[in-house]
């Protein structure tokens, strides 16, 4: 496994954050444990949940299974940097939400952060992060928060997600007057088929030295052979059966499937090891469901994409441009 320091800190991470989304709904505790291991044992350390994950199953089930499978020992907690995110509330679905019990006030914060770690069986959380933003929080309320956990010992570092280039700007621009650390990571939509992050995102994370975690790296399975599955055993569903429906779209995935074909290549492999070319991406996140995914995966932060397959990779999924050129002259 190769490993790169998370933005601006000291903090040594994967160049592959394991998801857990899948962890409850789609992934039972046992199965989910297995991924962990093999994750582990393969060099994965940064390990990404958030406290609403595990919809389907209840919301926190997925902060549970990841805490029981910390109980097991063998310095399984010791070597993982932990991420977990608050922002949603966690009521069951349909249920009226209690006034302060979502986004980011500080009481909220602090409600929030002590219920994750009693999920999780820890007594700290390394990176904590903002899962939306909050258009009636000021970020010196949040920052308030945040440096009380931090003196507490709870938290170690902030970060956000689905945060816009000015956000992270004013968030890290505030936490700069106030003499705290500010954000040191960024969770983004990002791959080949949705570069918008290219055009403020990106910058503004280099600039303030936050780490991009682009999350959704083959969106939706759409850039992991949706089309070769569609012809096999297999047929894709969700958001990749709904883009294939456009012509636009089918065409475009046809001459990516049939360029990566060309130089022997799978697909979802190329998709990942495309992003890790990235400056400023740290580590794309992967959700597998299972162990072949997994593997999949780790495969790809080994794979060197040849000059000639990146520049054809740019033809058929062009990205803006840089930044401010791009949309300025």
């Known amino acids: 496994m190769k490993y790169t320091q998370l933005g601006r800190t000291g903090l040594k991470v994967s160049r592959l954050t394991l998801g857990t989304m899948n962890f409850g709904p789609f992934t039972n505790e046992p199965d989910s444990h297995s991924l962990m291991d093999t994750a582990l044992d393969a060099g994965v350390n940064y390990f990404d949940t958030a406290n609403v994950y595990g919809q389907g199953a209840g919301k926190g089930r997925t902060e549970e299974i990841i805490g029981t499978w ?49 999920r999780l069986q820890t007594d700290y959380i390394d990176i904590y992060q903002f899962h939306h933003i909050d258009r009636h929080t000021p970020f010196e309320e949040i920052w308030q928060a945040v440096d009380v956990l931090v003196q507490q010992g709870k938290i170690l570092y902030a970060g956000s997600s689905n945060f816009p280039g000015y956000k992270i700007a004013q968030a890290n621009e505030i936490a700069a007057r106030r003499g705290t650390f500010g954000l040191v990571s960024e969770q983004c939509l990002y791959n080949l088929a949705v570069r918008d992050a290219e055009m403020e995102v990106l910058p503004a994370s280099q600039e303030y030295g936050v780490g991009v975690i682009p999350w959704s790296p083959l969106h939706g399975g759409l850039l992991g052979g949706a089309l070769k599955k569609q012809e096999g055993a297999r047929r894709s569903g969700g958001r990749a059966a709904a883009e294939l429906a456009k012509p636009e779209v089918r065409a475009q995935v046809q001459a990516y499937e049939d360029l990566v074909d060309k130089h022997g290549l799978e697909p979802g492999e190329v998709a990942l090891a495309w992003l890790l070319t990235r400056p400023g991406v740290t580590a794309p996140i992967v959700g597998p469901r299972t162990a072949e995914q997994l593997a999949s995966a780790l495969r790809a932060v080994e794979l060197e994409l040849p000059r000639e397959l990146l520049d054809s990779l740019d033809e058929i999924f062009p990205g803006p441009g840089p930044s401010p050129e791009s949309f300025a002259w």
């Open 70 to 118: 910390f109980t097991q020992g063998g310095e399984r907690r010791d070597k993982v940097v932990l991420a977990t995110k608050v922002y949603g509330n966690m009521t069951a679905d349909g249920e009226a939400v209690w006034p302060n019990h979502d986004r980011l006030s500080a009481l909220n914060i602090r409600r929030a952060v002590e219920a994750s770690l009693r």
